[in-house]
T-cell receptor, first 115, second 109 residues
Framework: NAGVMQNPRHLVRRRGQEARLRCSPM?????VYWYRQLPEEGLKFMVY????????ESGMPKERFSAEFPKEGPSILRIQQVVRGDSAAYFC?????????????FGSGTQLSVL | KNEVEQSPQNLTAQEGEFITINCSYS?????LHWLQQHPGGGIVSLFM???GKKKHGRLIATINIQEKHSSLHITASHPRDSAVYIC???????????FGKGTHLIIQP
């Protein structure tokens, strides 16, 4: 019974490139959350998705960032034209139901480094 | 917007000591989560509570809704408890969690 799987664990990009971060939720979980942890700062909510729907993207920058959770396959967080300030750890969490009062299961994170 | 404050920011203790980490928040919540983040970066959910007290092994979490305060206790602490402990709250009408900045705990043998 695999947990939440994120890949890659580490991703290095040069400024201006695209970064794609993947998250496979736990089996049976249809709710996915993305969080960002900047160096020396706490975790910040980015986006909440259900299968094929974005429920809340209030924490995600309006430009360059997008997220999807297709019917088949993992959830993807996409960052276009990365800048140094995007360097952070990105965590995905999943839950079987709407997560407001549900225990969340976290992945190991993707550490993005922008050169 | 909820403000989540944790104290202390850093805590170093000797093996066997009783540990208390505090969390306070500014706006009413529907649930509070305690998370553990190990040096490797992975995050584990320890507790989710909306009232009272929960216990799991050597860990105890309490919450006082009226005072907007929660505590995480570790009994008989061990070096393997060394980690960052993060408090997070979920609020009515919002689906994402609001996090504290974490408490860095080091347990020395």
């Amino acid at each position: 019974n695999a947990g939440v799987m994120q890949n890659p664990r580490h991703l290095v990009r040069r400024r201006g490139q695209e970064a794609r971060l993947r998250c496979s939720p736990m089996k049976g979980h249809s709710h996915v959350y993305w969080y960002r942890q900047l160096p020396e700062e706490g975790l910040k909510f980015m986006v909440y998705l259900q299968k094929e729907n974005i429920i809340d993207e209030s924490g995600m920058p309006k430009e360059r960032f997008s997220a999807e959770f297709p019917k088949e396959g993992p959830s993807i967080l996409r960052i276009q034209q990365v800048v140094r300030g995007d360097s952070a750890a990105y965590f995905c969490a999943s839950s079987p139901r709407s997560g407001r009062d549900e225990k969340l299961f976290f992945g190991s994170g993707t550490q993005l480094s922008v050169l | 917007k909820n403000e989540v404050e944790q104290s202390p920011q850093n805590l170093t203790a000797q093996e066997g000591e009783f540990i208390t980490i505090n969390c306070s928040y500014s706006v009413g919540i529907s649930a509070l989560h305690w998370l553990q983040q190990h040096p490797g970066g992975g995050i584990v959910s320890l507790f989710m509570l909306s009232s009272g007290k929960k216990k799991h092994g050597r860990l105890i979490a309490t919450i006082n809704i009226q005072e907007k305060h929660s505590s995480l206790h570790i009994t008989a602490s061990h070096p393997r408890d060394s980690a960052v402990y993060i408090c997070a709250v979920s609020e009515g009408g919002a689906d994402g969690l609001t996090f504290g900045k974490g408490t860095h705990l080091i347990i020395q043998p």
